[in-house]
């Protein structure tokens, strides 16, 4: 049980954080570039070192980021003028010194509580509330950020993703089977003066059983193992069944246009065909689907990297473990497994449609404005599927778009061998383009049509324009699916909530 603090400690907390530099950037010039591991072990020695100054921040990370104990006169200067005894139970005597039992997580300036990896005093609990992990910083990366007006957070966690989304909507629920990570989520509510989130206990989408949103997002427990130790990675299901049934139920659960967006993983089976499993999930839902794969691991690999990050394990522990996890892969059909984001958008006025991308090398940081740019995009297609439609209209390059070269020295000049386009903002598509492409890109200029774009490039090749419209109309619909091509007239204003 967190401590309870008056609304006049949380500020005072909140602002010794803030004075002293306990956020992203402070630690990031404290630290460096590094990811501080869940249980420093070897890497001990050397934040210590780093945070070897005795100001504030340095006593403040060692205590609430690497979960070292601190001493009590270093505590309250950096915490003054609050007291060590108003913290309540954030804190616990460690001998001499005080020690920390939660881990306090700064991000996109938030500072959220969350359990200390390994649980305080060394007991993990099966209710641990987790940290900011990969897949936090994916799940919120993904989100598309247009203002909406009613916003979920299925499995909230420590409340991070409810937040985030307070941020562009006017009304938050977050869900979440703990009600421990409840209580979390309601003290980083405090602590970061983000009142209004209204939060419920229960199993996946029970607590608001008939009730629509225009955002659902969720960081659901989706390892696949064949363990129920921890609720934030285990669901209990077989498998990719939570994830399976919770984008079943979603599209009920959304209103006309809204969109679910969730991070997971899911079954490669041997033998059969993933993406075509994944489809069946979509089948009749209403929805629009668009997968966008991170990774794709081998079993093994994939039992080798959960054991490691998530069960501290003696090597004999480790063995028996990998035995077990891979035996159940194994008995399973499953093969490899698939990681990433799944966004489904509801939307009756036409047949939906289902994309499988993977999430190009080098994209970073939030890409929601690409994967809203991504369904106009492919709204746009819809309506122009005719050929003629599309032959009238005019289009421009992005902004974004980069063209790079490789040439080779031969016969006394540059030969260029290939090329490639990339877009270096948003979702980073690259491919390579010949040199018909490469024309066609040079006159959508968003002035000529692509009916008179298509007449100048079949008169540099030499051939007539019939010859080249349909490969260059397919080759057209695709780089504007990616985006590389934008109609002249594109705005990338997202809608306001209506
Ligand atoms: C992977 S954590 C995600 C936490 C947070 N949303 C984030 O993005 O970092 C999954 C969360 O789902 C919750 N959870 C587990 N099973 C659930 C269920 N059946 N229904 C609702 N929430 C559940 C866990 O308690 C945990 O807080």
Sequence with gaps: MLAALSPDEFRALHEALARAGYHEQGLLDTLGPIEVPNLPGAELPHLLHLTRRGRPLDTLIRLFLLGVPVEAEALRSALAPLSQEACGELLEPAGDAVGARVRLMPFRGLVLAVDQPGGAGGAARADQVMGLTNSTISLANFTIRAPVRRALDLGTGCGIQAFLAARHSQEVTATDLSRRALEFAAFNAALNGCPGVRWLEGDGFDPVAGERFDLIVSNPPFAITPSC?????????????????????????????????????????????????????????????????????????????????????????????????????????????????????????????????????????????????????????????????????????????????????????????????????GIRFAGNVDRNALTLLGRLDGRRTVRAALAEVAASAGVSPEAITPLCLTLLRLLIERGYVLPADWTAAPAAPQ
């Design 229 to 425: 130790r921890w609720q934030y990675r285990d669901s209990g299901l077989p498998a990719d069944e939570f994830a399976h049934r919770l984008l079943r139920r979603a599209p009920g659960m959304l209103e006309e246009g809204g969109c679910c967006q969730i991070l997971c993983d899911w079954v490669q089976p041997a033998g059969r065909d993933w993406q075509e499993r994944l489809t069946q999930w979509f089948e009749g839902s209403g929805c629009d689907a668009w997968v966008l794969r991170t990774a794709t691991t081998e079993a093994g690999e994939y039992a080798h990297m959960w054991i490691r990050d998530t069960e501290h394990p003696t090597p004999e522990e480790a063995a028996r473990l990998y035995d077990e996890w891979t035996t159940h892969y194994d008995r399973q059909g499953i093969q490899a497994v698939g990681t990433g984001v799944i966004a489904l958008r509801r939307r009756s006025d036409s047949a939906n449609w289902v994309r499988f991308d993977e999430l190009p090398e080098g994209t970073g940081g939030e890409i929601g404005d690409a994967v809203l740019q991504g369904f106009r995009l492919r709204d746009f297609l819809a309506a122009k599927e005719d050929d003629a439609a599309l032959l009238g209209e005019t289009f421009r390059l992005s902004p974004d778009l980069r063209l790079q070269q490789q040439a080779e020295w031969s016969e006394g000049g540059w030969q260029i061998q290939s090329a490639q386009i990339r877009l270096v903002w």
